[in-house]
């Protein structure tokens, strides 16, 4: 389903209030360091957290084929590479209720001050550009991009809203990212989802994190 596959890809979004982006005079030893894939894990959502008629998605999809273009900072940033990934990730998505409603979560580690920075950076990208085109392979889709209110929630909050023209009709996905410390939570999928489960999602982190 095309629009499961775009709701893995909008991971990243746009900064929107938040507590401090990191002591900028604090030496990297100072702060906590990252957690492994192995300590991420267990801090995602489950069936259990979700409720009734959640199932989670067993394929993972490739995305190596995705191109952006009409907005230069989202080609630039996907040309970064690994410049822009963190140290550790783990993940998870799940469909509800056997419909189109999809809720994908990425959970990533680093240095506070290095998530603090790099997040900034790539959610700065999206809202530059209000529209811009995606290309799936050979499928070329037109996505207008929408700064959202976040909950106050852990140390820096993040979130837009995306409505892609699907052949179909439009669709539209809300991207919600929290950090708490040395680990950033991001929720994409339904807005409603993204919304109610946001909450949960957080409150699984870790008081020290």
Do not use: W
Not at 78 to 103: I, N, P, R
Request: proline fraction near 7%.
């Amino acid at each position: 389903m095309l629009a499961t596959a775009l709701c893995s890809v909008l991971i990243t979004g746009c900064g929107s209030g938040g507590g401090g982006g990191g002591d900028g005079d604090a030496k990297p030893t100072a702060e906590p360091k990252p957690v492994t894939e192995g300590a991420l894990r267990p801090l995602l959502l489950s069936q259990a957290d979700l409720g009734a008629g959640y199932v989670q998605a067993q394929e993972k999809s490739n995305f190596d084929d995705v191109s952006v273009e009409e907005c230069p900072p989202l080609e630039k940033l996907g040309q970064s590479g690994d410049d822009t990934q963190f140290v550790s990730k783990a993940e998870t998505s799940f469909t509800y209720d056997d419909t189109d409603a999809t809720l994908g979560e990425e959970l990533h580690s680093d240095r506070p001050t290095v998530l603090s920075s790099k997040l900034r950076e790539q959610f700065g990208a999206y809202i530059s550009c209000p529209t811009y085109k995606m290309n799936i392979g050979t499928t070329p889709i037109k996505v207008k991009i929408a700064k959202s209110a976040t909950p106050e929630l852990g140390d820096e909050q993040f979130a837009y809203t995306s409505t892609i023209e699907l052949p179909d009709g439009p669709q539209v996905l809300k991207t919600m990212a929290v950090r708490k410390g040395n680990i950033a939570v991001i929720l994409a999928g339904a807005p409603a989802l993204v919304d109610r489960h946001i909450n949960s999602a957080v409150g699984k982190l870790p008081a020290g994190s």
